[in-house]
Each structure stands twice: as structure tokens, then as C-alpha cells.
């Protein structure tokens, strides 16, 4: 008899009794405790993934650089010019130049 009438419950009334189980079980003075634990760690999964993707996405730029970006990067570098954001004319210009 239970089990007929839990499996006739609809998905709005189980969100219902899912709150009165928090309740009874937390109590009406944890509720906004537990909630902003969990907002916490919803946001503290949301910032590691996005650093995760970041990386990876850095990781894959990295990985289709030319043996030659490689190289004008590192001379680059070495006379302190930064390589981010430009073609590979424009650095051997700028490499030139601080020659």
C-alpha cells in the first residue's frame, strides 16, 4: 500500500516532502546555514571548473605552436617583449628593432 502510493507521487509533491524532511531533520534555524554551504560549494565547483578549462585550453594552444613561434617566442623573451597577442612579423620586427 506504500509502495502504490509512493509511486504515484508526482515530481512537484516530492520536492514538498523533501522540504519537510529538512526541515524536520535540520530544523527551521539550519535551513539558511545549510544553504549557504551549499551555494559555497556550488561556486567553489564552478570556479575550478572554470580554472580547469582554462588550462586546457591553454595546454591546447601551446600544443599547435610551430617549432619557429617556439623559437621567436623565446627570443623574444629574452629581450623583454611580451609574444601574447601577435602574428609571428610582427615579433621578428620587434625582435629586430631591439637587436
Not at 556550488?42 to 623559437?71: D, H, S, V, W
Amino acid at each position: 500500500m506504500i509502495k502504490d502510493l509512493l509511486l504515484n507521487i508526482a515530481g512537484t509533491e516530492w520536492i514538498w516532502i523533501v522540504v519537510v524532511l529538512v526541515v524536520v531533520l535540520f530544523g527551521a534555524s539550519k535551513i539558511p546555514e545549510v544553504a549557504r554551504s551549499i551555494g559555497k560549494a556550488t561556486g567553489e565547483f564552478q570556479r575550478g571548473k572554470m580554472e580547469i578549462q582554462k588550462e586546457i585550453e591553454a595546454a591546447a594552444k601551446e600544443m599547435n605552436k610551430t617549432p619557429e613561434r617556439l623559437k621567436l617566442e623565446e627570443a623574444a623573451k629574452a629581450f623583454g617583449i611580451d609574444p601574447t597577442g601577435k602574428t609571428d612579423e610582427q615579433l621578428k620586427e620587434e625582435i629586430k628593432k631591439a637587436a
